[in-house]
């Protein structure tokens, strides 16, 4: 692997797992990075409504790559993108969009197997195969992080999910995937399972409001963890809270808040390039 590939690639440990802090623009990522995070992804939600488009592949592919381009170059934290389905709608155009994101300074993707224009996932051999080209093209340049959707869409009958979602990651696996993820599970039993069954390819779970903290997430074996768009829609959330203080009340209570950063420390941040 490429030295900065492998340095992420050793941050994936069985019970010592990568915490990733998810970010969508240079401002999010540097202030995550300040704070400790040697690793950041991004999120395709929170970039997408950063850069004025919902979620499901509708943001525009050049204007993602720009935004990746300059989190990498704003940071020295390792940066693993998410790219949803990869944009590509053969496996050429897919290996392209890797290459670029590759270019734009990222170590590594999520790849998804799920279809947002037919609404379903790929057939798993397409699914498959997907990984497959992107490892042929990539090789060690990229660490790809292989995403199965079937809890998080509620795909197929609730007793047979759980076996269509390892046949699926250990396909992945033997297609050359790096990593796994399943997103849509917190509860520690079906998290547990999901380790063992993979192993040793880490696993990457997406945390919500009832997931294990990290410390037991780490005690199951879990190799990643990541927040998604959460840290970004709480910040819109105290936005439209400002906006409807400034709308409603025209008063100004919000700058008392202590959170706010100084504006001579942010500019001491973004100041040491």
Do not use: C
């Not at 944009?87 to 392209?96: E, F, K, P, Q, V």
């Amino acid at each position: 692997m490429h030295d900065r590939v492998r340095s992420f690639a050793r941050l994936h440990e069985r019970g010592n797992p990568l915490v990733l802090a998810n970010v969508w623009d240079a401002a999010s990522a540097r202030i995550f990075e300040a704070e400790g995070f040697a690793a950041l992804a991004t999120s395709s939600a929170a970039m997408a409504y950063a850069l004025g488009y919902p979620d499901g592949e509708r943001m525009d592919l050049d204007e993602m790559i720009a935004a990746i381009g300059r989190i990498t170059r704003t940071v020295r934290s390792l940066v693993t993108a998410d790219v949803e389905a990869g944009y590509g709608a053969d496996t050429t155009a897919l290996a392209r969009v890797m290459e670029r994101v590759t270019d734009a300074g990222a170590v590594g993707v999520n790849v998804e197997d799920w279809d947002v224009r037919a609404g379903a996932p790929f057939p798993l051999d397409v699914a498959q195969g997907r990984i497959a080209a992107i490892k042929a093209h990539a090789g060690d340049s990229l660490f790809v992080n292989a995403r199965s959707d079937l809890y998080l869409q509620d795909v197929g009958d609730p007793a047979t999910r759980f076996a269509a979602t390892v046949e699926r990651l250990r396909a992945f696996v033997a297609a050359g995937a790096d990593g796994v993820f399943v997103p849509g599970v917190s509860d520690a039993g079906t998290i547990g399972a999901l380790v063992d069954a993979v192993e040793p390819a880490p696993l990457n779970v997406l945390a919500g409001p009832t997931t294990p903290p990290v410390s037991e997430l780490a005690a199951l074996g879990v190799g990643r963890v990541s927040v998604g768009a959460a840290p970004m829609r709480r910040i819109l959330g105290e936005t439209r809270a400002i906006a409807r203080e400034l709308r409603e009340q025209g008063t100004f209570t919000f700058m008392r808040d202590r959170r706010a950063i100084p504006y001579a420390e942010l500019n001491a941040l973004f100041d040491r390039h």
